[in-house]
């Protein structure tokens, strides 16, 4: 299983070499199904964009913690690149019109009859964000580690394919049927309204 980070700090899993695009080819983890190396302090890392002279990459550690801090990195970095400008007061207070009218603050969605499935690894920062904001909502939660499990890594692809998605970032979201991919509050929360709404599969 290779995992790569694109620009937004998202991390996306793929299953051959050939399938990482050029982004995120120089800091790939690889992670072998069935062996618990590599999964837990330290990771392996390999430089795709450095291929040997017998068609194989060179493996190196990186700790969790330098993994962690780099997908934070590249997440900080592409926030701040995206970010508007902060907004200009008007003389009076009032809200100007830049900003629009306020927006009353939403009720809370409870769901509590719903259980949802959300496929990452214990070292995915966002799956367990994902966990926590559900399970805030009054939903149950299963965890399926896709790292320490091929039958869950198997049932995560096969979601993917029937959703037409591929190789996504983890965590990946199946409510009542609704596949997400990475974490967003206001997908999770519109899935959610449709869920607790019958109008999810």
Known sequence: MLTWIDEKGDMHVELKPADVP???RSLVR??????????????YVVDLTKKREDGTYAA????????????????????????????QPSPTGAPSAAQGPKK?????????DLTVIVYGADW???CHQAEDYLRSKGVRV????????????REMRDKLDKAGQRGGSIPVIDIRG???VGFSTHAVDRALAKASAGTAL
Do not use: H
Not at 32 to 42: A, C, N, P, Q
Not at 60 to 66: D, G, S
Not at 104 to 112: F, G, I, K
């Open 104 to 112: 009353a603050d939403e009720p809370p969605v409870v769901a509590s």
């Open 60 to 87: 190196r550690t990186m700790t969790r913690r330098a993994w962690e801090s780099e997908v934070e990195k590249r997440r900080s970095a592409y926030l701040a690149k995206i970010a508007p400008p902060p907004p």
């Open 22 to 24: 050029a982004e995120g």
């Open 142 to 153: 299963v965890k399926k580690d896709v790292e320490a499990s091929p039958e869950a890594a």
């Open 124 to 126: 995915c920062k966002p």
């Open 30 to 43: 690889v992670v072998v199904s069935d062996r618990e190396e590599g999964t837990k302090s330290l990771f």
């Open 178 to 180: 609704q596949i997400l």
